[in-house]
């Protein structure tokens, strides 16, 4: 009996000892798997789009565009924190019936941005399609337009470069536009800006913006930022070859001048509010004609200025008014440089002024307030038709030889 023990014991034992013997060592883990690298993109999509992170940690580039290319159709989508780098001949346009979803986050923007990290280094966003639902949110667009293409300022062709160009529906939020070889954003004439809200437009080789002054009414400049460029303007003009502006139109205090880059004219209500700072190009004019209104008024902390991109008197025509508008008023308004020509159309014997009201075949009127100055005119201070009526409360004297 005890050997039956004992032999069951060293049985036991071997097997114990066998078992240890088969155990295998635990493996390695897996490498990682590798991160893909950029996807260089077509130059042509016509049903829709949808570009992701494809590094998953948050860096590096995750497409390269390398061609002008096209979204013709569908939805470019585009997820948070993606980088889309593009080459020297690289753009993005949305055309035809094609919009873009950009949306990013603030921790999580989304890129647009040259393979060279050097100002103007491609050629920049197109947004020509009609579709409301353009959208940019929390993006950068940074280092575009080194390509001059042609817009237009009135019936003059105007060349320039730009960072975006829209003429087309776009919404643009919370995003910065900085780097630009000539202006930050262009805006053709037939654009609609839809929101422009907590941007900032920074470091352009010309204007910050440029567009149509008839499409001011969505422009937040209350909540946006323009610095740092060249010529640090929200750039205006006007359209038709009688240079006019047909909608009713507020210009609201930016933290940059607006910069009249041919003569405007006004055909509807025109107001202008306290601490807004208006330049002009040379040789052109501020004015309103029809039946509709103009109110400027400033406060003794905030006065409106209207003057010449150079304070030199004559610099520019001035303020020019041929409205019988009861409500035309101007108070706190310094205006100063114009007089260069008479406004509108060139009459025989005319007077020059700062402000000129009416002329030989339309009246005009307004009500100067008892804060307003007009100083370093090469004409009048005051100028009005025979026809034209000013109330005048202020210490402007209108002479004689003013009277035309």
């Not at 306290?274 to 040789?283: D, Q, R």
Request: charged share 10%; net charge neutral; aromatic share 8%.
């Amino acid at each position: 009996m005890k050997k039956s023990i004992l032999g069951l014991m060293l049985l036991s034992m071997v097997t114990v000892a066998c078992e240890k013997e088969t155990v295998e060592p635990t493996p390695p883990p897996p490498p990682p798997p590798p991160v893909a690298g950029p996807i260089t993109l077509g130059c042509n999509y016509n049903n829709g789009l949808t570009l992701t992170n494809q590094n998953q940690n948050g860096s590096g580039v995750d497409y390269i565009i390398n061609c002008d290319c096209e979204i013709t159709g569908g939805k470019l989508a585009i997820d948070t924190n993606v980088i889309i780098q593009f080459t020297t001949g690289g753009s993005l346009k949305i055309k035809d019936n094609a919009y873009i979803d950009a949306k990013g986050t603030p921790s999580k923007t989304i890129v647009f941005e040259g393979t060279v990290n050097a100002p103007a280094s491609w050629r920049g966003l197109f947004i020509e399609s009609n579709d409301p639902r353009n959208s940019m949110d929390y993006c950068v667009v940074r280092n575009g337009g080194n390509t001059e293409y042609t817009g237009y300022i009135g019936t003059s062709s105007y060349d320039t470069k730009a960072n975006i160009w829209v003429s087309g529906n776009f919404k643009l939020s919370n995003s910065i536009v900085t780097g630009s070889g000539g202006d930050g954003i262009y805006m053709y004439e037939e654009a609609a800006l839809l929101t422009f809200s907590n941007n900032v437009v920074s470091n352009s080789a010309k204007n910050a913006v440029v567009m149509y002054a008839g499409d001011l009414a969505n422009l937040g400049v209350a909540t946006s930022t323009f610095v740092g460029n060249t010529q640090n303007y929200i750039g205006l003009y006007s359209i038709s070859t009688n240079k006019e502006v047909a909608e009713s139109v507020t210009i609201n205090k930016a933290n940059a001048p607006y910069l009249l880059l041919n003569d405007i004219y006004f055909q509807n209500n025109l107001t202008v509010n306290a601490g807004v700072t208006i330049h002009s190009k040379a040789s052109k004019t501020f004015g309103i004609l029809g039946s509709g209104f103009i109110k400027m008024i400033g406060t003794a902390t905030e006065p409106i200025t209207l003057t010449g991109e150079s304070n030199a008197a004559g610099f520019w025509n001035g303020l020019y008014i041929s409205t019988t508008n009861p409500l035309n008023e101007i108070d706190y308004c310094n205006i100063s440089g114009g007089g260069n020509s008479i406004a509108y159309f060139q009459l025989p014997n005319a007077s020059k002024g700062n402000i000129a009201v009416g002329w030989n075949f339309g009246p005009g009127f307004l009500k100067v307030g008892a804060n307003t100055s007009s100083t370093n005119s090469s004409g009048c201070v005051l100028a009005r038709s025979a026809s034209s009526t000013i109330t005048n409360n202020s210490s402007l004297i209108l002479t004689l030889p003013c009277t035309y």
